[in-house]
């Protein structure tokens, strides 16, 4: 290694102690996401059919905007990845908060479901393209030894942003119109969230530069990675793309565990405050008990992340797979609020268990040299779950006459995905199952 080059990287170092101050603003970054999307979740799907015209029964239409959305993300995840190793990660950050700036409003004079629709389509392109550099920022910026712990702490911030975003929406909509607090609400926080990009976000593309430079000079120490060998150090986008989806069987069983989990969020996101609206419960109690699926799930990765980097990625996976889908079927066998909230709390434990490990998981086997794609893959893969689900969950309840069938059938799919990673899916973190000369 010349001594110029030794130099260049030598200015670059790893670890959130080291790079706290950038570390937290992606922290606030990710919160903004969290409640940009949270925005949807609450009173949008509850008042599709008295506000915006979506009849009553209409499954698939109900569906029509998740499925647009996840579908929509999952592609954007894909090419943020690939965009974000040539631009860098903070032009294509600022970039999705200048997509978002149009949603408030066409939320505010949607004249039909379609006007949603058309906006949860930006709201995909603002998600995949700022959740997933926030993401790849922090990866770039802290050490080996603490992926799980920030992943963690990347989604803690993100869904703990979607609670809080779900509960106040839900007080705003009652206060001031669905509408008009809506407009209000996402205004302020997309424009706070570009300001903020502007001002204090640093690029990180450099530090994973640096770092694929120490691979290449053999000067990384400690347990080495179980790195994928049928793939080259600087691979094209289908390689990597083949590597994740079915090329190499831990990423493939990884993969399509994200893409199976995200059958809960859409369930979530538009069976759960549909059922509980049926039920009678108010806009504010709706929030709160879908609410409770948040914070858990949020709050509980600040551990569970942390936790995977003591204990391994594959049991948190597994366990975390089940227990949500045991949490997704209590709902249905019980009444209540406080029935609800309980289950709800399962399943976002179950979420937080395996939702940061998950990317963990691509992280430790993924080359620095072509991680940022790694991870908009299988974002990819994962937030296509969305739309999938969506289009299942929807069918499926309109074939069985009734919303309970798409709690059933979730809990299923959780199951038996579950089982997939167990048997396809070895342990990934180098500690625990380094590679061997």
Request: aromatic letters at 14%.
């Amino acid at each position: 290694m010349s001594a110029s080059l030794a130099h260049e990287v030598a200015e670059y170092r790893y670890g959130i102690r080291h790079n706290f101050a950038q570390f937290s603003h992606q922290l606030v970054q990710v919160f903004l996401v969290g409640l940009t999307i949270g925005m949807f979740r609450t009173v949008v799907p509850a008042l599709a059919e008295s506000e915006f015209g979506v009849a009553k029964g209409s499954f698939m239409m109900l569906m029509a905007f998740v499925t647009a959305f996840g579908f929509v993300k999952g592609t954007l995840n894909f090419v943020a990845g690939r965009l974000s190793e040539r631009m860098g990660r903070k032009k294509v950050l600022f970039f999705g908060w200048l997509v978002a700036v149009p949603m408030p409003f066409m939320i505010l004079y949607a004249p039909s479901w379609n006007w949603i629709v058309a906006a949860t389509v930006l709201l995909g392109v603002n998600q995949g393209l700022t959740w997933s550099m926030t993401q790849t920022a922090k990866l770039d910026l802290t050490s080996a030894s603490q992926r799980g712990l920030t992943i963690g702490l990347n989604e803690f911030s993100g869904y703990f942003g979607v609670a809080v975003a779900g509960i106040v929406t839900g007080y705003m909509a009652a206060a001031y119109g669905p509408r008009e607090g809506l407009m209000l609400f996402g205004l302020t926080v997309i424009l706070l969230a570009g300001l903020l990009t502007l001002v204090w976000v640093k690029d990180t593309l450099p530090w994973a530069q640096a770092e694929g430079k120490r691979h290449a000079a053999g000067q990384m120490t400690g347990p080495q990675p179980r790195y994928p060998a049928n793939i080259s150090d600087q691979p094209g986008t289908w390689d990597v793309f083949t590597l994740m989806s079915w090329r190499d069987a831990r990423m493939a069983s990884i993969s399509q565990a994200g893409l199976v989990e995200k059958f809960v969020d859409a369930l979530v996101w538009v069976f759960f405050p549909v059922y509980l609206h049926q039920r009678g419960l108010s806009l504010p109690g709706i929030g709160w008990v879908v609410g409770v699926y948040g914070f858990v799930w949020g709050i509980s990765q600040f551990f569970t992340g942390h936790l995977s980097d003591r204990v391994g990625r594959k049991q948190p996976i597994v366990w975390g797979m089940w227990l949500c889908g045991a949490g997704v079927a209590l709902v249905v066998l019980g009444e209540g609020e406080l029935w609800w909230s309980l289950a709800a709390a399962l399943t976002g434990f179950g979420m937080a268990l395996l939702y940061p490990t998950l990317s963990a998981a691509v992280s430790d086997i993924a080359h620095p040299s072509w991680r940022g794609s790694a991870i908009g893959i299988y974002r990819f893969w994962r937030d296509l779950g969305y739309g999938i689900g969506a289009l299942l969950l929807g069918a499926v309840a309109a074939l069985a006459g009734g919303i309970e069938a798409g709690f059933w059938f979730t809990a299923a799919a959780m199951f038996v995905s579950g089982l997939i990673v167990l048997m396809a899916c070895e342990e990934t973190h180098p500690r625990l199952n380094p590679a061997t000369d």
